[in-house]
Nanobody, 123 residues
């Protein structure tokens, strides 16, 4: 089974930056979608950004222009660069995979492999 492991979560000041990383175990899919989601207590899981194997990206309006999703194919890892962080960005951040996925919509039910999450706190 594919494993995803997030890292990079931390506490940061308002206006600061943070870079999250998601390591993905080996798989044979040539086409795939990787997405970042976030969740806070009492709220549902919110989509942040997604990237397809050919580099196509999607962003939630709440983070567009501040966050950047990218892939390092040599490392089989995915990053989420977060700039201009605000208190409302505080959440547990998850990466998720839709192996074989094509459209990479920012919808949680499309993704069937999830990591354990990494906490981001902005204050």
């Amino acid at each position: 089974d594919v494993q995803l492991v997030e890292s990079g979560g931390d506490s940061v000041e308002v206006g600061g930056s943070l870079r999250l990383s998601c390591g993905v175990s080996s798989h044979t899919y040539r086409q795939y979608c990787i997405a970042w989601f976030r969740q806070t207590p009492g709220k549902g899981r919110e989509a942040v950004a997604s990237i397809r194997s050919d580099g196509m990206t999607r962003y939630s309006p709440s983070v567009k222009g501040r966050f950047t999703i990218s892939e390092d194919k040599s490392e089989r890892s995915f990053a989420l660069q977060m700039n201009s962080l605000q208190p409302e960005d505080t959440a547990l951040y998850y990466c998720a995979a839709d192996l074989g996925g094509r459209d990479c919509y920012l919808t949680a039910y499309l993704y069937n492999h999830w990591g354990q999450g990494t906490q981001v706190t902005v204050s």
